[in-house]
């Protein structure tokens, strides 16, 4: 499930061709999906402030305005996060 930038707590900062990036992709949407979060993905490179901030340091999980998890996400430490 996927929700416009302002109203989701889960932002999945990624860019094209970053294979880390699907692999969180997937792990964000598991765990959002279970447990009914609303999340979107921003591709970095689209807005040069956040490729300025996040350069090759992506991908990053984003959760209530704090980062969150970065390179790899690990689902039970996201589920925690939006449970906790």
């Known amino acids: 499930m996927t929700a416009p930038?302002?109203?989701?707590r889960v932002v999945l900062?990624?860019?094209?061709?970053?294979h880390l990036c699907a692999e969180?992709?997937?792990?964000?949407g598991r765990v959002c999906a279970d447990i009914g979060e609303p999340w979107v993905e921003v591709d970095v490179d689209?807005?040069?402030?956040?490729?300025?901030?996040?350069?090759?340091?992506?991908?990053v999980v984003v959760v209530d305005d704090v980062d969150h998890a970065w390179y790899e996400v690990d689902?039970?430490?996201?589920?925690q996060a939006l449970t906790g």
Do not use: F, K, M, N
């Open 5 to 8: 930038a302002d109203a989701a």
């Open 13 to 18: 900062h990624t860019r094209v061709d970053c």
């Open 24 to 28: 969180a992709r997937a792990v964000v």
């Open 46 to 59: 689209s807005d040069p402030e956040l490729q300025a901030e996040y350069g090759d340091r992506v991908p």
């Open 75 to 79: 689902p039970d430490r996201l589920r």
